[in-house]
């Protein structure tokens, strides 16, 4: 009697899809007893995962760091396929961007004696929210604070601690004070794009501490962050990887005891009208991809699923988080160097705005070649600006940062910072700018997760939480019919890649354990 292969199909081939495909197709025996598919959407793999070149340098459209080298997967593979090292130009944000350049709006140069203070506050607050050693904040009593009201409490603590001081500074239109605002705003417009939380009155303070980085630098890919997707799909066979695909409904069997199909549980359904039948299913979708599917009843799964699940995407924040990448006019002098520019607004609430730079632009913290000499710059957008910049035009881009170049560089006063290298006479001109869109494709809708205020890790927790949910009573359905991966189903590593290839690890090993081929 030849026993069935039970069928294994992994539904997206971004990180965590490939991962749990290659955990199970190159664990020992596992080929031999297991048949395996993946399908996506896309009419490539790597999901969140795509380098792409502009005006002749590797950049990153999506996932960009290696947040930590010590004991990274990403990094592993990096070095195993030799990707850290490039001849190539590469988006590699090397030791330049220690070096920063801040002008506040109407073009005031501000000096470290400006700066620094506010960014070590800064830092110490987020340190302590984040549960670091031997960070001690005065306020005992954070209670349920989301991040943006426990950093906004800091901030005034602070003002509180030292003499206030409302002079102008020889600045025209800010006070210290006003200056101060506008230094801890861009800080947190840079944790917007690192949290992908449009507003950080919704990330939740208490699950901030369990998050966790891994220790050492933060480095790019120097051969590109797809190589990681490649290297991890190369040892999978011609075919079984099918792109193209997009499902459209997923039909299980969830513990009730009736219509229990014991051959082949869960019947998966594609926009060209096939059908595919598995034993078990892993689903690596994105988190935006869930929350649509319940906010619009869209019947991705039947019957739904289950209350906890649903309650989990609904409570769990996915924002969006794109970068812009423009080119300077090759026609500008060539032995200029552009600044790594932080960038100080004034605040929403100021008549002294200048009137033409565009409200989407002001909550943009910073704009940066890629690397040192390079004439491509780039600016991170979060939230309703994100959202926002996908639907601009070339030309509105274009015009929007002329503009505000113009009033920070080309008006800089007391201007003692030799990186604006004759800026100040010189106008600087685009000439193309390349967008990530990634709120508007139909397969992500949007960037990342992160935990909003009213859900905690154990949200994340349930996103894993494979169908059907084992309970103390016997059962009747299959088990293990859908299983779930991604970044936003890693309760400490979530928003990144490596969360997502430790969820498909997760699940690879799950479905391997269930047939006893490992012991974990």
């Not at 600044?339 to 002001?362: C, E, G, T």
């Not at 991966?485 to 928003?495: F, I, L, Q, V």
Request: with cysteine; glycine share 8%.
């Amino acid at each position: 009697m030849v026993t069935k292969k039970p069928k294994v199909v992994i539904i997206g081939a971004g990180m965590a899809g490939l991962t749990a495909a290659n955990k199970l197709y190159t664990s020992a025996g596992s080929k031999e007893f297991i048949e395996l598919c993946v399908v996506e959407g896309g009419n490539r793999i790597g999901g969140r995962i795509i380098t792409s070149e502009f005006v002749g340098s590797r950049i990153e459209m999506g996932a960009t760091w290696i947040h930590g080298i010590g004991g990274s997967p990403v990094y592993k593979i990096a070095q195993e396929i030799n990707s850290l090292h490039s001849e190539k130009p590469w988006e590699c944000m090397d030791e330049f961007l220690d070096d920063p350049l801040t002008i506040a709006e109407g073009g005031y140069h501000l000096n470290s004696s400006l700066v620094d203070p506010i960014c070590n506050l800064f830092k110490n607050l987020m340190d302590f929210a984040q549960g670091k050693p031997n960070v001690q904040f005065p306020q005992s009593n954070i209670g349920n604070l989301s991040i943006g009201s426990f950093l906004r409490k800091g901030l005034d603590a602070y003002w509180g601690s030292i003499k206030e001081q409302e002079e102008t500074l020889g600045f025209d239109n800010w006070t210290r004070k006003s200056l101060e605002e506008g230094i801890f705003a861009m800080l947190e417009n840079t944790q917007r794009t690192y949290t992908s939380a449009g507003d950080l009155e919704t990330l939740d303070f208490n699950a901030e501490s369990e998050y966790r980085m891994f220790p050492g630098k933060e480095i790019t890919i120097a051969k590109g962050y797809s190589t990681i997707v490649e290297s991890l799909a190369s040892v999978l066979p011609v075919g079984m990887i099918q792109l193209g695909r997009k499902v459209t409904k997923i039909e299980w069997q969830p513990d009730d005891g009736e219509n229990c199909d014991v051959t082949m549980p869960v019947k998966i359904h594609f926009f060209d009208g096939s059908i595919m039948y598995a034993d078990h299913v892993i689903v690596t979708v994105s988190l935006g991809v869930l929350k649509q599917g319940i906010r619009d009843n869209t019947g991705m799964f039947s019957p739904p699923l289950p209350r906890f699940k649903t309650e989990a995407i609904s409570r769990l924040g996915f924002g969006v988080v794109n970068k812009l990448f423009l080119q300077l006019s090759p026609n500008r002098d060539e032995a200029m160097k552009f600044p790594n520019l932080q960038m100080v607004f004034h605040q929403s609430d100021s008549k002294l705005r200048h009137p033409r730079i565009p409200w989407w632009m002001r909550r943009t913290a910073s704009l940066c070649p890629i690397y040192g000499t390079s004439n491509v710059l780039l600016s991170w957008f979060a939230g309703k600006e994100a959202l926002e910049l996908e639907s601009l035009s070339d030309e509105e881009i274009i015009d929007g940062f002329s503009t505000m170049i113009s009033d920070l560089l080309e008006n800089t006063k007391n201007n003692t910072h030799d990186l604006c290298n004759g800026h100040a006479n010189s106008a600087i001109k685009f000439d193309k700018v390349l967008k990530t869109q990634w709120s508007t494709d139909p397969l992500f809708l949007g960037s990342y997760s992160y935990v909003a205020v009213g859900s905690s890790g154990d949200d994340l927790d349930s996103m894993a939480e494979p169908l059907p949910k084992r309970s103390n009573h016997s059962f009747n359905s299959p088990p293990l019919q859908i299983l779930f991966a991604g970044e936003a189903t890693h309760r400490t590593h979530y928003s990144t890649t490596h969360g997502a290839y430790f969820s498909g690890l997760r699940e690879a090993n799950r479905l391997l354990q269930h047939y006893h081929y490992i012991d974990i």
